[in-house]
């Protein structure tokens, strides 16, 4: 299952096209550039274990590292995996972009939606978007969305997710990358599945990743900063402008 894993779990060609399966295109033609979510998700057990994964708009997982003993800040686990060469990080090319959520920082490759602004698709079921903040987040969570509902999707169909067995940490992380390959090939099958059916649409739900609240560790120079918070600002300007 681990070599079938390295055969089904791989990265995005980095094409964003709005038009391929998947839910929310007009969106995903505002944000052209994003080429998919990244969000951890925490595996409970005798010993936690962290996941980071990346999806594309079509519930794919392209992305997955496990193994992470213990609680750790989503930000903090993103840091590692990016500076661990074995790992093989698919970094984005330059004018392309992850979506993730506050817990990230905002940076060349990775959007997060602007802090201390409303975020999470519920907040707006009794108010809706009032400024060009808020609607860039509320457009974002919709598409970021995807990713809570992959997780749905593979927690509900592996219970063993929920509360992993006690075996050792090597064999516990190599149970939830076959738990993944798994998910993959029955999303790339088009195989008719009611768990895809039930998720496939935008929901209300949040995973237990990471807290937003808590402080971020920082990646990406400066420059690469100030290059996503212009690129956010654009975005959000356009979204007021056309109304969205």
Known sequence: MIEFAKEIIVPTSFNPNPDVPGNNRRLRRIFKGAIGALDGTLIHGECYQNVL????????????????????????????????????????????????DAAYTNTRGFMAPYRNVR???GDFRRRRAINKYEKFN????????????????????????????????????????ACFAVHNFIRKEGLSDELFSEYDQTNDQRDDGGDEAEEVQMHGSTADQTYMASLREEIATQLMQNGD
């Open 119 to 121: 975020y999470w698709l």
């Open 53 to 100: 994964a990346i999806c594309d708009f079509n519930m794919v997982f392209t992305f997955v590292v496990a193994g992470w003993e213990g609680v750790a800040h989503d930000s903090r686990v993103l840091s590692e995996a990016l500076t661990d060469g074995a790992i093989g990080f698919p970094f984005p090319p330059p004018d392309k972009y992850y979506l993730c």
């Open 138 to 177: 509320h457009s974002h969570a919709k598409l970021r969305n995807v990713i809570e509902r992959s997780y749905g999707v593979l927690k509900a169909r592996f219970p063993i997710l929920k509360r992993m067995t006690p075996f050792s940490l090597e064999v516990q992380r190599d149970v939830v990358i």
